[in-house]
C-alpha cells in the first residue's frame, strides 16, 4: 500500500493507535447501522492498518531474535575446540577436538608431534620446545626443565636437593613466606615452579590454537596419579596463569585406559576383563589395573565401564636417572682421557654437562635397539673432542639397581587391587622408558606372562584419552557414553577432640577419627560429615589417612599429612537463634571432584521441629499444587516441605557406624547423592563438574572400622537424619509436618600442607606471563617486518635487470629505485637493529609505493593476453546466441524483442570498446599508464554475461505456449497389444512441426515429488493439490500435450 494512503487511513482512525486490537469506538447515542457506507470502509481500514502494524511490529522482534540466535550460533561455532595437554617430565603432547576434526594431535612449528617441555628465559626473549632445547648447550643456566618435580613442594623436601644435585647450574632461591624455590635466573628476573608451568601451557594452547585455527580455552590436564593434594592444586594455579579454564585434571594412568578404552570399545561385555597397563616414563613408574566390562546406567542403558582396581609407583624410577648415569659415565671416560693433560674436572662446566646429557639421551635410545655404539661429541669443552664406544651391557651394569626396582609398582598395585597376578588377563607397556630391553626383559619375569601387550601408542595414549574426556565434558559435541571411575590413591580422614565427662566431675579430651575418603575408592563424590552434641564453635582437621603404603622415603617426599584445619564460628548463635528447635547436629559438605581436589563447600546449623497444620491453612490452589507434584514425584510426604537439597541428600545418605565415643556422642559420615539439587541460597561448589557422585557409593560402616560402645542407643537416637521414632499417637497425626531450617555457619580454613598464592600475588604472576607474552609478539611482528623488508629489498633488485621490467621503465626510473633500495639497504644493515617496527614497516611502505607503478605495469601486460581471449570468446558466443534467438519463430519466440535489442546493444558496445582501447594503448609507449585494464575488462565481461545469463534462465523456465488443434490431425491406430502409456507416448505433431518440437516436459519433473524445492518455486504451479492430479494423470497414461494445456 503506498505510504501516502496508509498515513490517510491512519490518519481517519485516531482512537486506533489508542487501543490496539479493539474496535473502534462510536459517539454517544449512535448505532453501527447509521454509519455510511464510507465510515464504515474507514473504520475497517483503519482496523486493517492497526492490525498490519502489530503484525509488523512482531514480525520485526521475531526476526531481531532470530538475528541474535544466530550472531549467537556463530560466536560458539568459533569456540567450539577443546583440548588436551598431556604434561609429561620430558615432553608433552597436545590433542584437540574440533568440528569435523575428531581427536587429532597437534603438531608444533617443527611439525613434530611431541614437544620438548623446555623453557629458556632470557632479559628480552623466551624459547620453547626444540628452540629452547638447541638454547641449552648455549645457555644452560636460563633454561629449565624438569620443573615439575618442584611443584607443590617445600624447600626441605628431599625431592629439591635431589633437582639441585641433577642440575646444579640452576640456582634456587626460597621464598619465605610459602617456604618453596623459585628459579633465580637473574637479579632481575625470578620465576616460581607455577609460573614456568604456567608459560609452557600457554605455549601448548597457541600451538592447539595455530592448529585449529579458533581460539581455545577449555582443557584437560594430565597429572601424575601419586600427585597429592598441593601438587594438584598447584597446576590448577599455572592454568589459572596461564588464562585456561581446567574442565578437569585427569591422570595420566586413568586417560591411558580411556584411550584404550575407547578404541576397544566392541570387545568390552559383562564379563569383566583385568588389564594392567605399565606405564614408565622419563621421571617415574606407574603401574595401573584396570577392570573393564558393561554396565548399566540410569541414562543410557548398557554402556562401557572402565574402573581403577589398584595402582603402583615409583616417582623416581624412569629415563631420566638412566640418562643421569650415563652422563656421569660419559664424564668419566672424558677425564681419564684428559688425566695427564692437568685439565678441568669436565662436570664443573655446564655447558659440557649439558652436552653430555644430550648425548647421553641420544646414546640410550640407540642402545635399545643395539649391541654397542659410539658415543662422540665434538668440541665437549676447551675445543676438544670426544669419543667413547658404549655398549649395552654397560649400560645395564650401570642401572642394575634400578632394573631390580622395576617389578616394585606391580606388587603394590596388586596389593592394593586385592588381586593376583592370575587374575590379570593382559599387561601392557606405556611410556619410552619400556623401550629399553631390560625393562621388559624384567617385567616380562615379574608378570610370568608369555609376552607383553605392545597393541597401543606409547606416547600419544594418554593425550587421546584426556581429549575424549574433554569433549565429554564439553558441552559442544555428543560423545558415546563410558563410565569412568577413578580411584584415590590418598585416604583422607576428618579429626577432632572434644571434651567429655567419663565420670561425674572428671572431664577428659578425647580424640576422634572418621574415614572421609577410603583408599582406592572411587571418585568424583561428595560426603558430608554430622557433627552432634556440639553447642559451641569448634574445630576440627582434615588430614591424609594410614599411608603405610608408602616407604619412609616416600613419605619424606610426600610432604605434610596435615591439610586443613577448619574453624567454625557462629555455631553458638545459631543455637540461640532458634532455641525451641531440635538440633540435628553440624553438617560439613566434602566435594572431592573430578580433578581429585578436596573442598570444603559449607558448614551448616540444621534444626527441626514439629508444625501442626490446621485445614484451613491449605487453599484450592496450593491442594492442586500438592496433588500435581504428587502425580510427578512419586507421591507427599510429611518431609517433601523441607529444604530440596536435604531431602534428596538424606534419602541416599547412610550413616556410619558410631566409634569409640561414649554415649550420646555421634557423628554420622554420609554421603551426598549422585546429583543433588541445589538450592539458591548454597554457594555454588569450586569446581564447576564436582556434583556428580558415583551411583550406588554408600559411606558405611566399614570406613571407620572402630565399633561404638553404645551404637544401639546411637542407632535409635538417630535414625535417617537424627529423627527420634514417633509413638503410635503421634504416627497417627497425620496434620503434624517437620520443619527444617538451615543456618550457614562461618568457616576458617587454614591450609597446612602448602598454601596456595594470595590473589594479590596470583594476580602479579597473571600479569607478568601476559606482559612477557605481549613482549614476544611484538618481538615476532619486529622481526616479521624486518624480514619483509629485507626480502623487498633483494627481490626488487633483482627484478630490475628482468627484461619485463626494463621494458616497461626507463633507465631514470630504474636507477631512482635502485638508490633507494641500495639507500635502505645500507640502514637496514647499520641501524636496523635498533629500529622499531613502526620505522620498519614506514620504510617497506615507502619502497612500495616507490615501485608500485612499475609492478602495475608488469602484472598488467601479464594479464592482458588471458583476459582478452576470454573477452573474444564471450562475444563471439553471445554473438552466435542471439543469432540462433532471432530465427526462432515467432509462433515459438520466447524472447521479446526489446531483450534481443539489448543483448545486440551491449555486444556492439562491448566490440567498440575493445577496438578503441586497443587501438589507444597501441599509440601509448610501454613506460606509461595503460588505458587498457585488467579490471576494465573484466567488468564488460560481467555486464555482457548478465545479459546472456538472463535470457538463458528465461529459456530455462519458460512454458511452452499451447498448440492449437489441427483439423487434418490424425492419430495412428496402436496395436492391439500396445499398453496404454505407449498410447499416451505416440503422439503425431501437427502439419509442418516434427516431433523435436514436442513440448518441453520439464515443468512436470518440477511438480513430482522428489523434486528439489528450488526448482519449484520459480514455477509457482500451486499447492499440492495440483501436484496430485498430475501424478494421477502419468500413472494412467494421459497425453503429454493435455497436461501441459491444462497448466
Not at 608451568?197 to 594452547?205: E, P, Q
Not at 606391580?410 to 596389593?415: C, E, P, Y
Not at 514439629?610 to 484450592?620: A, N
Not at 620505522?839 to 582478452?868: D, I, N, S
Request: glycine share 6%; with cysteine.
Amino acid at each position: 500500500m503506498p505510504g501516502g494512503r496508509q498515513r490517510n487511513l491512519e490518519a481517519a482512525d485516531p482512537e486506533a493507535g489508542a487501543a490496539p486490537g479493539a474496535a473502534p469506538s462510536l459517539p454517544s447515542g449512535s448505532f453501527t447501522s447509521s454509519l455510511s457506507k464510507k465510515t464504515k470502509r474507514r473504520h475497517c481500514r483503519g482496523t486493517m492498518a492497526a492490525t498490519d502494524r502489530r503484525q509488523r511490529q512482531r514480525r520485526r522482534v521475531c526476526w531481531a531474535l532470530v538475528a541474535v540466535l544466530l550472531a549467537d550460533l556463530l560466536a560458539l561455532s568459533d569456540t567450539l575446540a577443546v583440548m588436551s595437554v598431556d604434561l609429561g617430565s620430558e615432553s608433552m603432547k597436545v590433542a584437540i577436538v574440533k568440528p569435523g576434526v575428531p581427536m587429532e594431535i597437534v603438531l608444533n612449528k617443527e611439525s613434530r608431534r611431541k614437544t620438548p617441555v623446555i623453557v629458556t628465559l632470557k632479559e628480552n626473549e623466551r624459547f620453547f620446545g626444540d628452540s629452547a632445547a638447541s638454547m641449552a648447550i648455549k645457555n644452560p643456566k636460563a633454561t629449565l626443565r624438569y620443573f615439575q618435580h618442584l611443584l607443590g613442594k617445600q624447600a626441605d623436601n628431599p625431592h629439591v636437593a635431589l633437582y639441585q644435585a641433577r642440575f646444579p647450574e640452576h640456582e634456587l632461591t626460597f621464598d619465605p613466606q610459602r617456604q618453596t624455590v623459585h628459579f633465580q635466573i637473574s637479579p632481575q628476573l625470578q620465576f616460581s615452579p607455577e609460573e614456568v608451568l604456567g608459560m609452557v601451557l600457554n605455549y601448548s594452547r597457541s600451538l592447539a590454537e595455530d592448529f585449529a585455527e579458533q581460539p581455545i580455552k577449555d582443557a584437560v590436564i594430565t597429572v601424575p596419579v601419586f600427585f597429592n593434594q598441593a601438587e594438584r592444586r598447584a597446576v590448577l594455579q599455572a592454568a589459572r596463569m596461564a588464562g585456561l579454564k581446567v574442565l578437569q585434571l585427569i591422570n595420566d594412568n586413568t586417560a591411558t585406559a580411556l584411550s584404550y578404552g575407547v578404541f576397544r570399545r566392541k570387545d568390552i561385555n559383562t564379563t569383566a576383563q583385568n588389564i594392567m597397563f605399565y606405564d614408565m616414563g622419563s621421571g617415574s613408574t606407574v603401574c595401573t589395573i584396570v577392570t573393564y566390562q558393561t554396565v548399566k546406567t540410569k541414562e543410557a542403558g548398557m554402556q562401557p565401564q572402565l574402573q581403577i582396581r589398584g595402582v603402583g609407583f615409583d616417582r623416581t624410577l624412569g629415563g631420566l636417572e638412566m640418562e643421569l648415569r650415563l652422563r656421569d659415565h660419559l664424564a668419566g671416560l672424558f677425564n681419564e682421557q684428559r688425566k695427564g693433560q692437568r685439565a678441568k674436572d669436565v662436570r664443573e662446566n655446564p655447558r659440557a654437562m649439558a652436552k653430555l646429557l644430550r648425548e647421553a639421551n641420544r646414546l640410550k635410545t640407540v642402545l635399545s635397539a643395539n649391541a654397542d655404539h659410539m658415543a662422540q661429541i665434538e668440541g665437549l669443552m676447551d675445543d676438544v673432542d670426544f669419543k667413547a664406544k658404549v655398549t649395552r651391557v654397560e649400560f645395564e651394569e650401570l642401572c642394575a639397581d634400578l632394573f631390580e626396582r622395576v617389578p616394585g609398582p606391580v606388587q603394590q598395585a596388586l596389593q592394593s587391587a586385592e588381586m593376583s597376578l592370575d587374575e590379570i588377563e593382559q599387561v601392557i607397556l606405556v611410556g619410552g622408558a619400556t623401550r629399553v630391553p631390560k625393562v621388559q626383559e624384567v617385567l616380562l619375569k615379574a608378570v610370568g606372562k608369555e609376552e607383553l601387550g605392545k597393541n597401543i601408542n606409547a606416547d600419544e595414549a594418554a593425550a587421546m584419552g584426556a581429549v575424549y574426556q574433554a569433549a565429554v565434558l564439553s558441552k559442544a559435541f555428543k560423545v558415546k557414553p563410558f563410565v569412568v571411575r577413578d580411584a584415590v590413591v590418598y585416604p583422607i580422614l576428618v579429626e577432632f577432640t572434644r571434651e567429655v565427662e567419663e565420670e561425674p566431675g572428671v572431664h577428659s579430651l578425647k580424640h576422634n577419627k572418621r574415614v572421609l575418603f577410603s583408599r582406592m575408592g572411587p571418585y568424583p563424590q561428595r560426603k558430608v560429615i554430622t557433627f552432634n552434641r556440639y553447642s559451641h564453635d569448634f574445630n576440627f582437621h582434615i588430614n591424609y589417612g594410614d599411608l603405610g603404603f608408602l616407604g619412609p622415603e616416600d613419605l619424606r617426599v610426600f610432604g605434610s599429612q596435615n591439610l586443613t584445619t577448619v574453624k567454625l564460628k557462629g555455631v553458638g548463635d545459631s543455637f540461640k537463634k532458634y532455641p525451641d528447635y531440635e538440633s540435628k547436629g553440624i553438617k560439613a559438605h566434602f566435594n572431592l571432584d573430578e580433578s581429585g581436589v578436596l573442598s570444603l563447600d559449607r558448614v551448616e546449623s540444621v534444626f527441626e521441629t514439629l508444625v501442626e497444620d490446621s485445614p484451613e491453612e491449605e487453599s484450592t490452589l496450593t491442594k492442586l499444587g500438592n496433588t500435581i507434584s504428587s502425580l510427578f514425584g512419586g507421591g507427599t510426604t510429611p518431609d517433601a516441605k523441607e529444604n530440596g537439597t536435604d531431602t534428596v541428600q538424606e534419602e541416599e545418605e547412610s550413616p556410619a557406624e558410631g566409634s569409640k565415643d561414649e554415649p550420646g556422642e555421634q557423628v554420622e559420615l554420609k554421603e551426598e547423592a549422585e546429583a543433588p539439587v541445589k538450592d539458591a541460597s548454597q554457594p555454588p561448589p569450586p569446581e564447576p563438574k564436582g556434583d556428580a557422585a558415583p551411583e550406588g557409593e554408600k559411606a558405611t560402616e566399614k570406613e571407620n572400622g572402630d565399633k561404638s560402645e553404645a551404637q544401639p542407643s546411637e542407632k535409635a537416637e538417630a535414625g535417617p537424619e537424627g529423627i527420634p521414632p514417633a509413638p503410635e499417637g503421634e504416627k497417627k497425626q497425620k496434620p503434624a509436618r517437620k520443619q527444617r531450617m538451615v543456618e550457614e555457619i562461618g568457616v576458617e580454613l587454614v591450609v597446612l600442607d602448602l598454601p596456595d598464592l594470595p590473589e594479590d600475588k596470583l594476580a602479579r604472576s597473571v600479569q607478568k606471563l601476559q606482559d612477557l607474552t605481549l613482549r614476544d609478539l611484538e618481538k615476532q611482528e619486529r622481526e616479521k617486518a624486518a624480514n619483509s623488508l629485507e626480502a623487498f629489498i633483494f627481490e626488487t633488485q633483482d627484478k630490475l635487470y628482468q627484461p619485463e621490467y626494463q621494458e616497461v621503465s626507463t633507465e631514470e626510473q630504474r636507477e631512482e629505485i635502485s638508490g633507494k633500495l641500495s639507500a635502505t639497504s645500507t640502514w637496514l644493515e647499520d641501524e636496523g637493529y635498533g629500529a622499531t617496527t613502526v620505522m620498519l614497516k614506514e620504510k617497506l611502505a615507502e619502497l612500495r609505493k616507490l615501485c608500485q607503478g612499475l609492478f602495475f605495469r608488469v602484472e598488467e601486460r601479464k594479464k592482458w593476453p588471458e583476459r582478452l581471449s576470454a573477452l573474444d570468446n564471450l562475444l563471439n558466443h553471445s554473438s552466435m546466441f542471439l543469432k540462433g534467438a532471432r530465427l526462432i519463430p515467432e509462433m515459438d519466440q520466447i524472447f521479446t524483442e526489446v531483450e534481443m535489442t539489448t543483448l545486440e546493444k551491449v555486444i556492439n558496445e562491448t566490440w567498440a570498446w575493445k577496438n578503441a582501447t586497443l587501438a589507444e594503448q597501441a599509440k601509448l609507449p610501454a613506460t606509461e599508464k595503460p588505458v587498457l585494464l585488467s579490471k576494465d575488462i573484466e567488468a564488460k565481461m560481467m555486464a555482457l554475461d548478465r545479459e546472456v545469463q538472463y535470457l538463458l534462465n528465461k529459456a530455462k523456465f519458460t512454458k511452452p505456449r499451447p498448440r492449437p488443434k489441427d483439423k487434418n490431425e490424425t492419430r495412428a491406430e496402436p496395436p492391439l497389444n500396445a499398453s496404454a502409456s505407449d498410447q499416451g507416448e505416440k503422439v503425431i505433431p501437427p502439419a509442418g512441426q516434427t516431433e523435436d518440437a514436442e513440448p518441453i516436459s520439464e515443468p512436470e519433473k518440477v511438480e513430482t515429488a522428489g523434486s528439489e524445492p528450488g526448482d519449484t518455486e520459480p514455477l509457482e504451479l500451486g499447492g499440492p493439490g495440483a501436484a496430485e492430479p498430475e501424478q494421477e494423470e502419468q500413472s494412467t497414461g494421459q497425453k503429454q500435450p493435455l497436461k501441459n494445456d491444462e497448466l
